[in-house]
């Protein structure tokens, strides 16, 4: 049978079903198994396109039953987009297979949800060959919503209208309505094919009653009650407008409609409310009044501002209830937008509500809980057992700094002295999350892939022998970086890449050579802080320790970096004492010959070069950032780099592992921001995730932190995604209770970064507020109040700019403290009523009062 797998191989199909038809049963069956035997072994095994359906038919013409051609045709490399079901079909019938429609099931079941169309029109050619029902699972479904409006090739040429292809649909009744269920699939409905939309098309089969129009109603409103994600919602809300439900028909479900308008995210209650209000039919009282309270202390302003004015007119149309009316009204006097606020108290005493003045006390202070230290570091890994949980636990993820020393110490200790234990309980571990499968050469100062290399050499010898070479490579490329004396010697240059990720690496190395070593105390260099910094007592306790010893290059060089900055005299004299060469470079270290501080610099850098016409990534990067660069004062040397940051253009992608820097330099933190601030600036400019989440960390450690942590602070407060907004709310908070915050130089590179376009304003308004809920009222006014006057100056003021008017008037009124804002003059003095005049004259009269 050589010749049928290199037909196969080929994607000779007519080769194929020749050999096929010459077999009897038993003949296939054997083939069968060696079929699967050859796919499992082949090198190249993807099957696309011809060879694609030369694998699917030789499956239904040789294989036994529906399960084994499930398996063999459900690989992730077998891609079905392209089969040529005619012709499975035909082998099929030819063979007189039963089970090809429980194939198509379990083809089914095995559809990726992410990519439910890769093989769907296989499977549904399959089912319509059979004659049997459509399943309804959620990937199915997608793969269905996917294909109303893709046409494949052979049936573009057609050119079926939509309509017409939808209306003779036959899977169309058994999925609608798991259509209107399954979560995310309005993502799948919101593109067009041949310039038609899906949602107008089943619109448009209600109206001619292809569809029953009511049920259809109905399910899409029980779709926006169950909710999803914006961008799956959005065709659901085009297909309620394309229905035009009749003022009779909101009213038979206005109860739904209620809920939709009080719980509803933002457009689903604009959608709700307008068919409410647009009825023209009385809604049950005190359901609408129970909502309208819910809707006005939404944050949604043009959703308050039309529900006051609904609820105004209901007032003068039924004045017998305009006393309740009124009660609800006042709800809005609470609302944080100022202007919302004012119009709904004035609204509430129009129609007869007598508001309770109240008097805010003036707090000419932040009112914020007391700084809490960081906690100490978790006591050292001493068992085999809690090693591994840790590592089991871990791996591949994000590990927080801590849980890597507390694991690189533990792997050192236990190595050394239960190395056969450990062996035996850690590889199963590392076999299961196939630790060592995907590592390379080239990926030697990979913090990743060093320290998979590490844990493998811990848990099988072998593994050491064959890393030991790459682990030399590192520690010989930094036999010239001794990191001392920084003063009066020659300038070195700086390495390539990031680095603190260096030193990480060396370090991995470093300790990869120590696992053939016996009773080894463990790291010099273990954090007594869950901020990466080491008590000097306790690194001078260690050396003590290690009497004469030797120890160990990196680890020391790690220890000494993770010391408090400052001099300490005294405990420099009992390190001399000790008359080793570890213990005077402690002393040294002690005495002020410790890392300087760098000379920072604001700059700002523009885009990398275009990468040829392909270069698709390019016009989505940001035009300009503003970054911090570092170098050493003069006359300093820099030898492992840390102190020198350069100014990289836009678009060089972030560093792997940078959660770990903080812990590098935890008395530094001000240099650790500038090495961070780019990847903390794409969570801004490039909708980057979790990249702002560092700067609670930064946080926690010590040091000035100059402009690289205002920046890092403003650009987090201006992060694309809440969980990054938070964190930086986080920091700063845990700054201005440490009195570490720099309120006015956060609030000078917000302003300066906005006015220049560099940040999207409207995203800070929330975490600003929070702030001065949580008690930083006076850093939140002084934040603001140096952030106002370069958007004041702006040609166009930012958009959001009244929102922090609007905050900065409160904060002010809070706090009773009187700060000049340049520029709010200007704008009061140019009169009208657009809100950035009203909002700037609303803080003018807080200062004057």
């Not at 070479?469 to 009066?488: G, Y």
């Not at 300490?568 to 410790?594: H, M, V």
């Not at 000049?820 to 004057?848: F, M």
Request: proline share 7%; hydrophobic share 45%.
């Amino acid at each position: 049978m050589t010749g049928f797998f290199r037909a196969l191989n080929r994607g000779d199909v007519s080769t194929v079903e020749a050999a096929l038809h010459t077999l009897d049963e038993p003949a296939r069956r054997a083939l069968g198994d060696e079929l699967v035997a050859h796919v499992r072994r082949r090198r190249d095994n993807w099957w696309w396109g011809k060879g694609a359906t030369a694998l699917a038919v030789a499956a239904v013409g040789t294989l036994s039953t529906a399960t084994k051609a499930a398996a063999l045709l459900g690989r992730r490399s077998v891609t079905l987009e392209d089969v040529d079901s005619e012709l499975v079909v035909a082998a099929a019938r030819q063979r007189g297979v039963p089970w090809l429609a429980d194939l198509a099931y379990r083809l089914a079941e095995r559809l990726p949800r992410s990519r439910a169309w890769d093989g769907w029109h296989f499977i549904a050619d399959l089912l319509l060959a059979e004659k049997a029902p459509p399943p309804t699972g959620d990937a199915f479904v997608a793969g269905w919503a996917h294909s109303m409006w893709w046409v494949r090739p052979a049936e573009g040429r057609q050119q079926v209208p939509m309509l017409d292809r939808l209306r003779a649909d036959p899977f169309l009744d058994a999925l609608l309505p798991r259509l209107l269920e399954v979560d995310g699939i309005g993502a799948d409905l919101a593109f067009t094919g041949s310039g038609q939309a899906v949602t107008p098309t089943l619109a448009a089969l209600a109206m001619e009653g292809r569809l029953d129009r009511m049920a259809l109603l109905d399910g899409v409103l029980g779709r926006l009650l169950r909710g999803d994600r914006p961008g799956a919602l959005r065709p659901f809300l085009a297909l309620h407008e394309q229905l035009g439900p009749s003022p009779v028909e909101v009213a038979a479900r206005a109860s739904t409609y209620l809920r939709l308008l009080a719980d509803g995210p933002g457009p689903v209650a604009g959608l709700a409310q307008r068919a409410l209000r647009d009825s023209g039919r009385e809604v049950e009282f005190e359901s609408l009044l129970d909502a309208s309270r819910v809707v006005l202390g939404r944050p949604e302003k043009v959703l308050v501002r039309a529900q006051l004015s609904w609820l105004d007119r209901l007032a003068r149309q039924n004045p017998e209830r305009a006393a309740d009316i009124a009660e609800a009204l006042a709800s809005g006097a609470d609302h944080p937008a100022a202007d919302l606020r004012d119009r709904a108290a004035a609204l509430a005493q129009r129609h007869g509500h007598r508001l309770v003045a109240t008097v805010t006390v003036a707090v000419a202070d932040d009112e914020l809980p007391p700084q809490v230290s960081p906690a100490p570091a978790p006591s050292p890994i001493t068992e085999v057992d809690e090693l591994v949980e840790e590592v089991a636990v871990l791996h591949a993820q994000r590990w927080p700094s801590s849980t890597l020393e507390r694991v690189l110490d533990g792997l050192v200790r236990l190595t050394t002295t239960d190395r056969d234990r450990l062996a035996t309980a850690l590889l199963p571990v590392l076999r299961r999350a196939e630790v060592g499968a995907w590592d390379h050469q080239w990926a030697q100062f990979n913090v990743l892939v060093q320290l998979n290399g590490v844990l493998l050499a811990a848990a099988a010898p072998g593994e050491a022998a064959t890393r030991r070479d790459q682990w030399s490579r590192i520690l010989s490329q930094s036999l010239a970086r001794t990191m001392r004396p920084f003063r009066n010697r020659p300038a070195v240059e700086s390495p390539h890449g990031s680095a603190l990720t260096l030193v990480y690496c060396a370090r991995i190395a470093e300790i990869g050579q120590r696992l053939d070593g016996r009773n080894d105390p463990g790291l010099l260099a273990a954090p007594t802080s869950v901020t990466g910094a080491l008590d000097a007592t306790a690194l001078y306790e260690r050396l003590a320790a290690l009497g004469d010893r030797p120890v160990w290059r990196w680890d020391l060089t790690q220890a000494l970096l993770r010391l408090p900055v400052g001099v300490d005299e005294a405990l420099a004299t009992r390190a001399a004492a000790l008359g080793t060469s570890a213990g005077d470079e402690l002393a040294s270290w002690l005495r002020g010959d410790a890392l300087p501080a760098p000379v920072h610099e604001v700059v700002t850098v523009g885009r990398r070069e275009r990468r040829r016409n392909w270069d698709y990534g390019f016009d989505q990067l940001p035009v300009r950032r503003t970054v911090v660069t570092s170098a050493p004062p003069e006359g300093v040397a820099d030898p492992l780099g840390l102190l020198t940051v350069p100014a990289h253009p836009i678009g060089r992608g972030p560093h792997l592992w940078s959660n770990l820097w903080p812990a590098l330099l935890p008395g530094h933190r001000g240099l650790v921001a500038a090495h961070l601030l780019p990847e903390i600036a794409s969570a801004a400019q490039e909708d980057a995730r979790h990249f702002a989440m560092v700067l609670p960390v930064l946080a926690e450690c010590t040091g000035e932190g100059g402009p690289a942590l205002d920046l890092a602070l403003a650009y987090g407060l201006c992060a694309r995604h809440e969980v990054d907004r938070v964190a930086a709310l986080d920091a700063l908070l845990m700054l201005a209770a440490a009195g570490d915050l720099d309120s006015p130089g956060v609030g000078g590179q917000l302003g300066v970064l906005a006015a220049d376009g560099q940040l999207t304003l409207t995203r800070v308004a929330t975490p600003l507020r929070d702030a001065m809920a949580a008690g930083a009222r006076l850093s939140v006014w002084r934040l603001l109040a140096a952030a106002l006057p370069p958007m004041l100056a702006a040609p166009t003021p930012p958009r959001g700019t009244p929102d922090l008017l609007n905050l900065a008037a409160e904060a002010a009124g809070a706090t009773g403290v009187l700060i000049e804002v340049p520029g709010l003059a200007d704008v009061v003095a140019r009169g009208g009523t657009s809100r950035l005049v009203t909002e700037a004259r609303r803080l003018a009269t807080a200062l004057a009062a």
